[in-house]
């Protein structure tokens, strides 16, 4: 079965860093695009970071909300992409999803609850 899935969210206090994975299981996340992508309760989904694929020279695009706080990877080896975030804020409460885009092929994961509370 072809399907993405994501892991490591959970609850963390503001200025708490937290890694979420997105493994591709089915297929090789290679020659994939990888975005983040994240919705928070009654809000539309807003793209937060994405990473092309090698041939594309690795580039990297992050929304402003994010800058400089989140950083994305991805290990085609492991056929996983990660999104590092660091000095998290409560406004950065959301469920957060992993997309993977090449040409016509498009899959999401059902996404990981990120919660910044104290």
């Known amino acids: 079965q072809l399907q993405l899935v994501e892991s490591g969210g959970g609850l963390v206090q503001p200025g708490g860093s937290l890694k979420l994975s997105c493994a591709a299981s089915?297929?090789?996340?290679?020659?994939?695009?990888v975005g983040w992508f994240r919705q928070a309760p009654g809000k539309e989904r807003e793209g937060v970071s994405c990473?092309?694929?090698?041939?594309?020279?690795?580039?990297?695009f992050y929304g402003d909300s994010v800058k400089g706080r989140f950083t994305v990877s991805r290990d085609n080896a492991d056929d996983t992409a990660y999104l590092q975030m660091n000095d998290l804020k409560p406004e950065d409460t959301a469920v957060y999803f992993c997309?993977?885009?090449?040409?016509?092929?498009?899959?999401w994961g059902r996404g990981t609850q990120v919660t910044v509370s104290s």
């Open positions: 089915g297929f090789s996340l290679g020659p994939y695009a």
């Open positions: 990473i092309s694929n090698l041939n594309d020279g690795l580039s990297t």
């Open positions: 997309n993977a885009k090449r040409y016509l092929n498009n899959f």
